[in-house]
Each structure stands twice: as C-alpha cells, then as structure tokens.
C-alpha cells in the first residue's frame, strides 16, 4: 500500500524550530523527487521545499523560507525531513509531503501541478 505519512509537527513560540518527517511505504521513496507543501487557513497551498532523486541532490526553496528551512533526505529510512528554523507566525499551516509523479533525477520544482501523490498532513503552529 502507498503510503505518504508526515510527522514533526507542533506548536512553537516565535523563533523555535521543528524539524518534519515525512516516511513513506510501499515505494522507494529515494527514486521519486519529493516536495513540502504548507497551506494556512483561507489561503491556497504553496510550495515550500523540494529534493531531487538521483545521486546529485538539487533542492529548492521558496523565498520565504531561504535561509531558515533545510530539506535532506534518508534512503535508508524512506524518509525525507524539512529542518524548520527561526519559525514566525506566518509559518503557521498543514504542512504536506508530496511524490512527484514520475522518477525524474536530479530535478525537482516547488509548484504542485506534477505531485500527484500526497500525505495527510503535520499541523505546525507558531504563536507566543
């Protein structure tokens, strides 16, 4: 069974940090690029970070986590993690892990379009 599971998330003051898990099952999840997504209430889901499959790793970010967020994956584990830094309130969403449609290496984009497959979702919360 395919499955997409992230975990990590938590409530935090402004400035902590948490890092999420997604671990999948079911397929390799070293061969597909993988993305993380967030989407905060009354708002549409954007693109926060990806990593590419294959051996020469390209990750992207959106602007608004530049510097503050980091993506790294481990094939052993089947996982991939987002390392969440200097969190502020406007961080505030679901975050989601999703699989990029077809194994493409050393590649990966932030818009959702070619992610086809998708986990439940981590609720992250930053307030003081």
């Known amino acids: 069974q395919l499955q997409l599971v992230e975990s990590g998330g938590g409530s935090v003051q402004p400035g902590g940090s948490l890092r999420l898990s997604c671990t999948a099952s079911?397929?390799?999840?070293?061969?597909?690029?993988i993305g993380w997504f967030r989407q905060a209430p009354g708002k549409e889901r954007e693109g926060v970070s990806c990593i590419s499959s294959g051996g020469g790793i390209v990750a992207n970010y959106a602007d608004s986590v530049k510097g503050r967020f980091a993506i790294s994956r481990d094939n052993a584990k089947n996982t991939v993690y987002l390392q969440m830094n200097g969190l502020n309130p406007e961080d505030t969403a679901v975050y989601y892990c999703?699989?990029?449609?077809?194994?493409?290496?050393?590649?990966?984009?932030?818009?959702?379009?070619?992610?086809?497959?998708w986990g439940q979702g981590t609720q992250v919360t930053v307030s003081s």
């Open positions: 999703a699989r990029h449609w077809r194994p493409v290496p050393d590649f990966c984009t932030i818009t959702k379009g070619p992610y086809n497959f």
């Open positions: 079911g397929f390799s999840l070293g061969s597909y690029s």
